[in-house]
């Protein structure tokens, strides 16, 4: 599903070059759920950025569902976005002017559908992270782990080969995240392929995979038991 | 771009910023208004000095005679130069390459009285040319014409006002009226656009005033027109020849400024369109400056709008918008707040003119407008620079790599 092959990438710091990514080389299959792990600095943020399409490596090949991600412009990009990846911030990144429902329903208006069938399937995805009944609030009517799960919703509404998730627990409480990555499992437990970047140990381990990250270079890439989310769910 | 979610997008947008819809708005409709007030108070003034200086024919010059204030040809100083009818021969057979019409003017203050109502008047006794030089507008009869003069009838044209005064509804035409002693039988009556103490005068032809004032030859004041077409430049030559000649005639020293004056209308008019035009240009600079600032609001406020929305942008870019679909979101919200705003503005503007009216005439301010072209124009160009400095911002937001974006807070 995702292959990244030699993938490095510098940021230019005034006069200074700061190398973050050295060189990376890995697979995620289809299905997988995947914890992308280190200390702040490491990298893990700026890899994803870059599998998500919203910054672009220097150097390094990445192929996503086949397609060689390379050169493209920002039109190009944006419909790939739309129809291939998924997002989920730390920050939830709502709009806040919009409802959940509509909030939902925006990726789909870039997909060019219809009024009518984008909120039928909004509201089906609001349903399944268990927000119908708070389709009609604005985000700053939401808890936290409310608006994670719509923010997962608005990732999910588009089908999308891989959902990229980036500290996606940073800004709730350990209960609340649990909960999260309860919906996270349950997510992948229907094939989908995730990818989730964290430095929490415990979200990590919710996870099947967990590749580690140290100072641009993956230091560990390893296949773990995983821990079911819902042993901390009443 | 123009569908109909599209512009469900940008209503939601603009209803859910009121704020920011109002600031843009605001900026745009005040600019708007503003140009409106001050381009219609502009031509309420110009109005205001057509008003006064355009009544009258303009290609008219004014002859008084004076006293003179120097000896010439064993003539003593301080003689009183007189006019009589001699002189308006004599003109009319040296100028006719200038002369349009010429026409004497004698005023009189007059009681004059029909059966028991009576009223002081100025009466005018002059030539049939003079009705070109005031413009009068006949409204029943006729005018004072050459056999009046010929004959020395006894017949009065009536300002429309002196109908209303000494007649109340009825008809004043074909009724004798007594006019300092004389009857005078009313063969007409006039209207006039330069007010209510145009038309309380009442002409009479001035052989029949020279008749009643001991058959005497004497004119008070000489009107005469020139050919509209010799120009401005010819209208100074004549007047200068004028003056030329009649000094001769007269014997008044040629430098002696007091034995003759001439009120040229031209050179007056000339002047005071100046003196209108330098005001209407002090009013285009003030306009011009309203709608410069308006722009430059109206750019400030898009680029704040854009930085307040980098964040929502990054978002929408992360979600698959093309930059394509942020700028043309972006653009639309702007022209359709800009577009509607400005509308609202020229439309107050209009109506607060509209409603200014005649209310302002003390301040020489009459009947303000503003030419609906240029309203319009004015409009249109706030919308399109309002459209450009939004769009510079736009398309800066659109390039932003959206995990810059994001990473805005």
Redesign the interface.
Known sequence: MIEIKDLHKSYQMGSNSLHVLKGLNFKVSEGELVAIMGSSGSGKSTLL?IL?M???ADDGEYILDGVTIKNMN??KA??Y???FLG?I?QSF???N??TAL?NVA??L???GMG?KARQEKALKYLEQVGLKEWSHHLPNELSGGQKQRVAIA?AMV?EPKVLLADELTGALDSKTSYEVMDLLQTINDLGNTILVVTHEEDIAHMCKRIVHLRDGIIVKDEKIKQVRASEYVQ | MFSRDTWKEIFLSIRKNKMRTFLAGFTVALGILIFVSLVGLSNGLKNTFNEFFRDDATNVFFLFPGRTSMPYKGYKSNRQIEFDNSDLADIKKTFPQYLEYITPRISRGALVSYKDESNNYTTRAIGPGHQFNEKTIMMKGRYINEEDIKNKTKYAVIGRLVEKDLFGDKNAMGKYVDMGGSAFKVIGVFQDDGGDREERNIYIPYTTRQLIEKNNDEIDQIILAFKEEIGYAGAMAFEVSLRKFIKEKKYVHPDDENGLFIRNVADQLQQNNQFANVIAMVFSVFALGTIIAGIIGISNIMVFVVKERTKELGIRKALGATPRSVIGTILLESVFITTISGYVGMLLGVFLLRSIGDKLEDYFIMNPYIDTGLAIFATILLIVFGALAGYVPARRAARIKPIVALQDN
């Open positions: 950025n998500g919203l910054d672009v920002e039109t944006a419909q976005r739309n129809k997002f911030f990144n709502l709009i002017y919009k509509e925006l990726p208006y870039y997909q009024r608005r588009t």
